[in-house]
């Protein structure tokens, strides 16, 4: 069961680099129809930045939300190519942040992902945290210290009053689909990794880190979700490669109906 039965489910489709904004209106289109408002499940789905705008216009907030699938910290001037938490204000509900192609591919560095929470945060956004060990780190015996970094560090500027706006995502970046030689996470080893996650919450915001809500993603799909979801301490999944798929996605929602 999860970890706290007041609290909400949270399924996110991160696309990544994929579709079209014609694709992506589509697919939005078809989810809305396939689904069900479920009250206590909030569905999210993070689109390429092109689409957000016109996808904002188009979706039934009540069923469904956006989240961007990054954001800049400085609100505005000279950063060529770059999108602000401001200009995103009003469009997204919500953004993933240090995802780990974002550290690993575009090197960002805890410092920016700090940055970029508080700014989410500024703007009224709710930022889901991307934290998670690399293979060699889990081989080398550094998973809780990483874990531990990547959490106080990119909520270094987050103060005690706004962690309840905060979502954490636990991705250990060898079980993510797209990693050279992806391996799926075990449920104990998720349970271990949140375990430390709720602690590290609760180590620097008391009692009130206790509400943050966590997320898994790595691999996830239809046949592995529920497995997922009934880790002690876990509110919900970010899926990648499988939230591509229509009917795999809404057959992981169900999943979290189901289970919950
Ligand atoms: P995956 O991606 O589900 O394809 O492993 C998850 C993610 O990278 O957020």
Redesign the pocket.
Known sequence: MCYNKLMKTYIVG?W?LNFTVGEASIYLHKLLKAMPNYRDIDVIVAPSTIALQPLSLQVDRHKIKLAAQNGFYRDYGAFTGETSFSQLRGIVDYAIIG???RRYIFREDDKMVMRKVAAAIRNKITPIL?IGETESERTFGETADVIRDQLSGGLSEVGDDDIDKVIIAY?PVW????AKS?KLATPDEVADAVALIRKTLKDLYGKAGENVPVLF????NPSNAGAYLTVPGVNGL?????SLILSEFVDIIETAKRVR
């Open positions: 991160n990544k995802h780990s192609e991307c991705e079980a993510i689909s797209s992806a993603g790595g691999s996830v970010l899926v990648g490669g499988s």
